[in-house]
């Protein structure tokens, strides 16, 4: 999508405090230099509205009552936090797993989902549009559209139908429209194009259902709002089992909205790290991993101002991940920031690492992970070999059925 409107005019300063004290984004859905809203100018009332609606929704103990309800009742909330025992042995360290896979549909997303569903319903959209990468946006989206009664279209990348067809199944059979994306990467980028060019041909009746803490100001902060969940069921469970915080928070990072979920509610515990890891893919090049923020440079995609994998002409390259959820050049505009201010770190791991890490959660936890939540567990076993005898506590943003199908399973892998 190209930019028909930049409000991009120097860097305000903001600093952590004015995070932990909910100033941010400010109003411009800034985070320092980064976020804002760069979008055609036919969305700019559509962004108004929606950032009015999302500030009253909010703060609305109704919508409140009815957000929890469906938490409680359909997604299957509060998610458990299992101690990883044998998992810790083998690492040297206290390992707790958020078990973000136990929800209805089976991973994160769904926390947004519903959010949002609701939040259309409040604002009475007529149809829902949405793009989806590894399907789990997609089937999550679905799946609250069908249970609101709302009609929905889903965008998905031709590859992604492909490596992900249990995800695109259950999708259409869940009664929403799926839409094979043909142009451009044929993944996630192309998608959320896709559906964003959707929205601006019908702004006023569509509500654009956007699934990570990625796109122009105020989706960043509304899915960062819905997914905080996480983060505050796990540090009261973690308390509670351990009568401390852990030393550190692990999340995969794609766009970033399990892992912002996790992170938000530690941000004021400064002795609790925030490690984010990302899709170190096969290589080092362009085009071989998506490692945005380790080795991105700033522009703009899809709305917002944040860290990108561009060439040095500002084209946006292809990205390669074996964890579909992670396959994409962009990352959310708050994690560009608590970066560029050293409140959290971020990494990367190679697809063989994850899967590898993967493997290792089967065997030693009886839990099959996502590849996406694969690459948190192979960041948080690099961790507790720099840092022995530490407490992790991991986001296991969701569960791996979807990935079974991949060239890179366990058959292929089989010992003689
Ligand atoms: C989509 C997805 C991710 C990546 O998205 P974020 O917005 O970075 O959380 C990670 N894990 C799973 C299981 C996913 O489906």
Redesign the pocket.
Known sequence: MSVARAEFDGAPSHTLDDLTAGRLPDDRGRFGPFGGRFVPEILVPALDRLELAVQEALSDPSFQRDLSRELRTWVGRPTPLTHARRMGEAWGATVYLKR??LTHT????INNAIGQALLACRVGARRIVAET?????GVATAAACARLGLPCTIYMGEIDVERQAPNADRIRMLGATLIKVRGGDRTLRAAIDEALRDWVTHPDSTYYLL????GPHPYPLL?RSL?TVIGTEARAQHLEREEALPDVAV???????????LFHPFLADADVALLGVEAGGTGDHLGTHAATIERGTPGVLHGAYSLLLQDENGQIQDTHSA????D?PG??PEHAFLESIGRARYTSVSDQEAMAARDECCVLEGVV?????AHALAGAKRWAAANPGTRILVGL???GDKDLALPSGPRERERP
């Open positions: 973000e896979d089976g991973a994160h997303k990468g590894a399907g789990q946006h699934g990570s803490v990625v899915v997914q999340a995969c990072v794609g766009g970033g909205s399990n892992a912002i979920g964890a579909p959820g992670l994409y990352v959310g992970p996502a590849l996406e939540s943003s969701g569960r």
